[in-house]
């Protein structure tokens, strides 16, 4: 079957975005009077949002002032240092082309806030490509919650056997099945470590296999 409707997360699925957001976090901590911490443990934090992101960085030490002094602080960093280390992930600009050729519906459903994601995805020549960008700010709840993608269903009126979540992370995952459609995951991102736990229908190690999936030009099915 084909899909019409491809749903991406971001951070880690489109985009290299990590070393950014470790810089940003230790920032932050800086900011609060706490040493940094190692890039890899903030990376396992990444996935829930800008606040879940600085609240597990600081600690359950932390009071709440302190994580919102240093979620203020991170995001005016994070404005004037979101594109200093950020760049696609191989083969992303091709796998776009190829499927908005194929007139294929693209949408960005992220965690991230949605300023800093359309920005992003305008800086980094993507935004031709994609119909819709929400973030996790755009609704009343965040993936894994499926508001998000039940209301892109809806909205560009693709029903669910005809659309497909991609994302490098268990929320990804388990926002496609609270949604009741397949999902895709990628080993390339931010945590595919968490793909264990919660298995996706298809699993590629390249997206550029992600063309065959959606077009339907070859089987796509992995267990």
């Given at each position: ?58 600690g ?45 519906i ?53 029903p ?5 979540m ?15 459609i ?20 298809i ?5 550029h ?11 796509s099915?992995?267990?």
């Amino acid at each position: 079957m084909r899909f019409d409707l491809v749903v991406f997360d971001l951070d880690g699925t489109l985009i290299d975005s990590k070393l950014d957001l470790a810089l940003s976090v230790n920032a932050a901590r800086t900011h609060a009077g706490m040493p940094p911490l190692d890039h890899d443990l903030i990376y396992s934090y990444v996935g829930n949002g800008a606040p879940t992101l600085i609240r597990r960085s600081l600690g359950l030490e932390a009071s709440q002032q302190q994580v919102d002094s240093a979620l203020r602080f991170f995001y005016e960093y994070y404005q004037d240092h979101m594109l200093d280390n950020t760049v696609l992930y191989p083969g992303v600009q091709q796998v776009l082309d190829v499927l908005s050729n194929e007139k294929c519906i693209l949408a960005i459903l992220t965690n991230k806030p949605v300023r800093f994601s359309s920005l992003l995805v305008e800086k980094l020549g993507l935004a031709e490509h994609f119909r819709r960008i929400y973030g996790g700010n755009s609704f009343n709840s965040k993936k894994p919650d499926p508001q998000g993608l039940n209301h892109l269903m809806v909205e560009l009126a693709i029903p669910k056997d005809r659309t497909i979540m991609v994302g490098d992370s268990a929320v990804d995952i388990q926002t496609a099945c609270n949604a009741g459609i397949v999902s895709c995951g990628v080993t390339y991102g931010l945590q595919p470590e968490t793909l264990i736990d919660s298995p996706p229908e298809i699993l590629v190690d390249d997206i550029h296999e992600l063309v065959a999936i959606v077009t339907n030009r070859a089987p796509s099915l992995s267990q």
